[in-house]
């Protein structure tokens, strides 16, 4: 079965920096186009960073300028790189993965918390 399984969250300083990986399993990871999800408590899920299987980056309002994603499809992995951290960058951070053409073929991680703060 598909598998997408992040890490790299933790407690983090405002200013201060984290990269999260997300390795997937289970699929051909070089045709999906993946993508990086936040949700707060209280809030809607977000738009953080999406690249495609050709490489073209989407990021989201709220972290453009601060975060870059990156992926290595001969290690199934994508990355997550943020900086200059905010309290308000606090949340579960999920891993999600989406077929091209096959819209159903839609899978997320379990999430890995990203705490800022002093």
């Known amino acids: 079965q598909v598998q997408l399984v992040e890490s790299g969250g933790g407690l983090v300083q405002p200013g201060g920096s984290l990269t999260l990986s997300c390795v997937a399993s289970?699929?051909?990871?070089?045709?999906?186009?993946m993508g990086w999800y936040r949700q707060a408590p209280g809030n809607q899920r977000e738009l953080v960073a999406r690249?495609?299987?050709?490489?073209?980056?989407n990021y989201g309002d709220s972290v453009k300028g601060r975060s870059a994603i990156s992926r290595d499809n001969a290690k199934n992995t994508v990355y997550l790189q943020m900086n200059s951290l905010k309290p308000e960058d606090t949340a579960v951070y999920y891993c999600h993965a989406d077929h091209p053409s096959r819209y159903a073929d839609d899978y997320w991680g379990q999430g890995t918390q990203v705490t800022v703060s002093s």
């Open positions: 289970g699929m051909t990871f070089s045709i999906y186009a």
């Open positions: 690249i495609s299987s050709g490489g073209r980056i």
